[in-house]
């Protein structure tokens, strides 16, 4: 699901928010997801708890943490995290990124902080993720983690680029995603 959303915006066919361009620009440089079972354990960990709250940064050493909570139990597990990805993802089309791609202070600020986890979700040097569900008395409570240093203010979200110019050899082509020597 994760990787979906990717593909739209590395190939320019994501909404773009309130800025100036309509979609997100295309990108050079954005690897596919792999899933990583430390991530989901760690994840895990934490929406048993479900406190709906962020998990404490020491007890994901390395990782940054999307969390999501449904205030229903009408659904099952795959239908909480489509509901907290589609979540996510909408960030895109509400906040949008700037042109330079350049991940910035203000974005630390209320007026953007609906927007930073969409851009975790698209950090084009990302390589891992991992994601866990728990149902609650009154809720899903849902959590995914990210690798590599994603919202570092001053650092790209992505290279904005042809597709795929920036993968070398390994490149989906119909997602723009490139591959990892992982």
Known sequence: MHNNFRALVAT????????PAEFAPPTGLMYRLK??????????????????QAS???????????????QTTATDDLGAIQSAIAKWQSELALTGVPSNMVFTQEMRTPRFRI??????MIWGSNTHIGCATQRCSNMWFTSCL????????GANIYQVGAVCSGCGEQC????????TAE
């Open 146 to 153: 990210y690798k590599n240093h994603v919202n570092s203010v």
């Open 12 to 19: 320019g066919r994501a909404r773009n928010g309130f800025y």
């Open 172 to 179: 989906y082509l119909t997602e723009g995603l490139c591959g």
């Open 56 to 70: 404490q940064a020491s007890s994901r050493p390395g990782w940054k943490e999307n969390i999501h909570v449904l």
């Open 35 to 52: 899933y990583d079972c430390w991530a989901e354990a760690y994840a895990h960990a934490h929406v048993r708890s479900c406190s709906g």
């Open 115 to 120: 927007g930073r986890k969409m851009t975790k």
